[in-house]
């Protein structure tokens, strides 16, 4: 299975992810991330269209902001294939519907 994992560069919880991936799958391709750039290096990934050549994508320890979580839930090959774990409460704050 083909990877690809989007994660907080700054801390362990990012980090302990790279870790428990590579454990896990067969192949994992990882990019740090900083809060700030998450949507543009998923944007590049979209653009080139490499992203369509992983079996699942992760973000962890990170959130999605629109309009990235809209183009990713109105493609029918990338919202069956992405999964986002976050921990931080400050998300429940924003307004994602």
Known sequence: M????????????????VVLARLAFDEVKYVLCETF?????IN??????????YDMV????????????????????LKGKFFVFDHHESV???DYR
């Open 92 to 94: 429940l704050e924003e």
């Open 37 to 41: 750039n998450l949507q543009n290096e």
């Open 58 to 77: 992760f973000v962890t320890d990170l959130w999605l902001m629109e309009p990235m979580a809209s183009t990713i839930n109105n493609d029918e090959l």
């Open 44 to 53: 590049k990934y979209i653009e080139d269209k490499s992203i369509y050549d």
């Open 2 to 17: 083909k990877v690809l994992l989007f994660t907080h560069k700054s801390d362990i919880d990012g980090m302990g992810n």
